[in-house]
T-cell receptor, first 113, second 111 residues
Framework: EPEVTQTPSHQVTQMGQEVILRCVPI?????FYWYRQILGQKVEFLVS????????KSEIFDDQFSVERPDGSNFTLKIRSTKLEDSAMYFC???????????FGPGTRLTVL | RKEVEQDPGPFNVPEGATVAFNCTYS??????FFWYRQDCRKEPKLLMS???SGNEDGRFTAQLNRASQYISLLIRDSKLSDSATYLC????????????FGQGTTLQVKP
């Protein structure tokens, strides 16, 4: 059964550094998302991506964040200058239908020191 | 009012018990509804979609009441392996498919 994969599983970085989180969605999915979950809190929507462009972004997704799908398989989330409050689990998700089921990757735990 | 509201629990039940979780959502324009399961420090895993007609998958039954904006999940004959956090999830009204999560209800099934 195909799965969403994410790398790295854990990223430790210094405040102010850039990080790139990578995801390989399931091949027949068309809609892609990034979510984050701060420890002990609920899962929060960051950004949705369809047809090679952002379709919606949340208030959290400010100018420090960007997403790309450079080669038709990888889907990346970049944080340009990390802050302490960016420490969280970041989940990539995808789905075949716009309002359909979404399948999540195992997440990247980002720790900003 | 929270967009998706759940009783956080925890619910502590013995094996074999029946347990019910409830959820309310605030946006009447939400189109799709789901229950996800999340184990500690893992990703949300889809448990089932929820339909107005109600749907059942083995020991799990989900119901949706659009008029009341209320979703439920019933687990029969609880197993130790059902111990997890159950997330009530709805789509937003923006037509992008984004998911809005409740904070989750924690279930602990004890022998």
């Amino acid at each position: 059964e195909p799965e969403v994969t994410q790398t790295p599983s854990h990223q430790v970085t210094q405040m102010g550094q850039e990080v790139i989180l990578r995801c390989v969605p399931i091949s027949n999915h068309l809609y892609f998302y990034w979510y984050r979950q701060i420890l002990g809190q609920k899962v929060e929507f960051l950004v949705s991506f369809y047809n090679n462009e952002i379709s919606e972004k949340s208030e959290i997704f400010d100018d420090q964040f960007s997403v790309e799908r450079p080669d038709g398989s990888n889907f990346t989330l970049k944080i340009r200058s990390t802050k302490l409050e960016d420490s969280a689990m970041y989940f990539c998700a995808g789905g075949a239908l716009r309002d359909g089921e979404q399948f999540f990757g195992p997440g990247t735990r980002l720790t900003v020191l | 009012r929270k967009e998706v509201e759940q009783d956080p629990g925890p619910f502590n039940v013995p094996e074999g018990a029946t347990v019910a979780f409830n959820c309310t959502y605030s946006n009447s324009a939400s189109q799709s509804f789901f229950w996800y399961r999340q184990d500690c420090r893992k990703e949300p895993k889809l448990l089932m979609s929820v339909y107005s007609s109600g749907n059942e998958d083995g020991r799990f039954t989900a119901q949706l009441n659009r008029a009341s904006q209320y979703i439920s999940l019933l687990i029969r004959d609880s197993k130790l392996s059902d111990s997890a956090t159950y997330l009530c999830v709805v789509t937003g009204s923006s037509n992008t498919g984004k998911l809005i999560f409740g904070q989750g209800t924690t279930l602990q099934v004890k022998p």
